[in-house]
């Protein structure tokens, strides 16, 4: 049958950087023998910098189509909320006009990521039309995330400040005929909040999973090698990992950490790379894949400098740093810390404080067999919960085949 992705945040084929969500689903429903279309923005949502090359492209059995978004600086912010409203418009009228010039058939399922928002409401619009299926994938939860731009005393009339925001979510959640998403809080966001009966499905974010690395044991005859690799924006605690690292290694500890990334950040956390003697900070800027798989083979700990208030609770950072077996300093509680410790494979510290992070990281200094443990219960959690083999090939039959009764030897539905 035909499936259509609407995701415009994920990297595409071709740009460098390792395959996301999207990428991996796209991957496992051509394997399944489905014809794929994935709609995405001519905005790279990661770098912040207008997509090069064709509106329209094949790359690894499936295609690929780009819809013209205004750009957007920062992660949380009102810029970004425009954007996707236009997108949303652009998509639906791209996507009526290519299957009225016969470019496209019309699809049997479309997967809509949330967010963004307004994206759900343009595909309804489709359905009505077409007599498809939507599966909404919940992959951050929105307004909520966006209480950040409020100042702290009025975060609390939040619901009702984005009352709108709130609606446009809930038509999503409900309206869909099938919702997943990416963590257990998500979920029961979705049914709460969408008056669900049914339970959405919950297919964590997944990756491919490198061959083991041997490293040097920790000890005195080398320092102990951090890494961040994500997002600079100001939502993130960037500053507080940075200068803790400054901090121990001016105790004399022994310890680096590798960042890789763009963002707000960016020209601050370089500024401290460069600006002194023998940093203990080394910047890469936004490195390829290649570059990532390296500075993670090299690293003993990932960082996870992220506040609960920015609503995220299982980021792709962390499969990634489970996946190259990094034991990890994490600054989120909820969902991910509770996997952490249920895994043996990382220690929770507090945003925004400094000394709260140099005592996370003073835990693996003092404790070699600690730090190995961690490696290996984070190795194990990779192999347990976010193997992409095992994901996205479910997620691959959830979102298609509650449909195949319907669907015509041409892709085409044949009931509502």
Request: glycine content about 10%.
């Amino acid at each position: 049958m035909t499936v259509w992705l609407n995701n415009p945040f994920d990297p595409l084929p071709g740009e460098g950087g390792r395959p996301l969500r999207y990428w991996l689903l796209a991957r496992a429903l051509v394997a399944a023998g489905h014809r794929v279309v994935w709609w995405s923005s001519d905005f790279h949502h990661l770098r912040k910098l207008r997509r090069r090359g064709e509106r329209v492209c094949q790359a690894e059995g499936f295609e690929v189509r780009l819809v013209q978004t205004p750009a957007y600086a920062s992660n949380i912010g009102w810029r970004r909320w425009r954007s996707h409203a236009r997108y949303a418009a652009a998509w639906e009228r791209l996507a009526r006009q290519a299957v009225a010039d016969g470019a496209l058939e019309t699809p049997a399922v479309i997967v809509v990521s949330l967010p963004p928002l307004g994206v759900f409401d343009a595909a309804a619009r489709l359905r009505e039309a077409w007599g498809c299926r939507i599966v909404v994938d919940v992959q951050d939860v929105w307004p909520e995330t966006f209480y950040q731009l409020l100042p702290p005393f009025l975060r609390e009339r939040g619901p009702s400040m984005f009352a709108r925001f709130h609606r446009m979510a809930a038509r999503a959640y409900g309206g869909a005929d099938r919702v997943s998403a990416v963590c257990q809080r998500y979920a029961a966001l979705a049914r709460e909040k969408g008056g669900r009966t049914d339970a959405p499905a919950v297919f964590r974010l997944g990756a491919p999973l490198p061959e083991p690395v041997l490293r040097e044991p920790q000890g005195a005859a080398r320092a102990l090698r951090l890494c961040y690799l994500g997002n600079l924006g100001r939502s993130y605690d960037i500053r507080t990992m940075v200068r803790g690292v400054c901090a121990l290694a001016a105790e004399g500890l022994p310890v680096t950490l590798d960042v890789a990334g763009d963002g707000a950040h960016w020209g601050w956390v370089a500024g401290v790379a460069a600006g002194r003697r023998n940093s203990p900070v080394r910047f890469h800027g936004y490195l390829d894949e290649v570059g990532v798989r390296a500075c993670l083979q090299a690293a003993d700990i990932g960082v996870v400098p992220m506040r609960d208030a920015s609503g995220v609770a299982v980021p792709n950072k962390v499969v990634d740093y489970a996946a190259s077996g990094l034991a990890m300093v994490c600054g989120l509680s909820g969902e991910a810390l509770e996997l952490l410790t249920a895994y043996g494979a990382g220690v929770g510290y507090e945003p925004g404080n400094v000394g709260s992070f140099m005592h996370a990281v003073r835990r693996y200094a003092g404790d070699a067999a600690l730090l190995e443990r961690h490696r290996a219960g984070a190795r194990r959690l990779a192999e347990e919960v976010f193997d992409e083999r095992d994901i996205y090939p479910r997620m691959a039959v959830f979102a298609t085949t509650f449909c195949d009764h319907e669907v015509a030897a041409n892709g085409r539905v044949k009931g509502g």
